[in-house]
């Protein structure tokens, strides 16, 4: 899947079970992606406790 065919606004929530849930698509993430995913929610959680963004992925 290219980068322009995936939607603009990724949520938190279209990742689980390790894998990237978009448009009726269930795209499987390599570890290392995941390993990284969780490392950059974590540290966003802790950072920006109660921020209003849901974005997982800064823009």
Do not use: C, F
Request: proline fraction near 10%; charge should be positive.
């Amino acid at each position: 899947m290219q980068s322009k065919a995936l939607p603009s606004a990724l949520q938190p929530t279209d990742i689980r079970d390790g894998r990237l849930h978009t448009e009726g698509r269930a795209i499987i993430l390599a570890d290392p992606v995941r390993e990284r995913l969780r490392a950059y929610l974590d540290m966003r959680q802790q950072r920006w406790t109660g921020t209003a963004n849901p974005h997982p992925v800064p823009h």
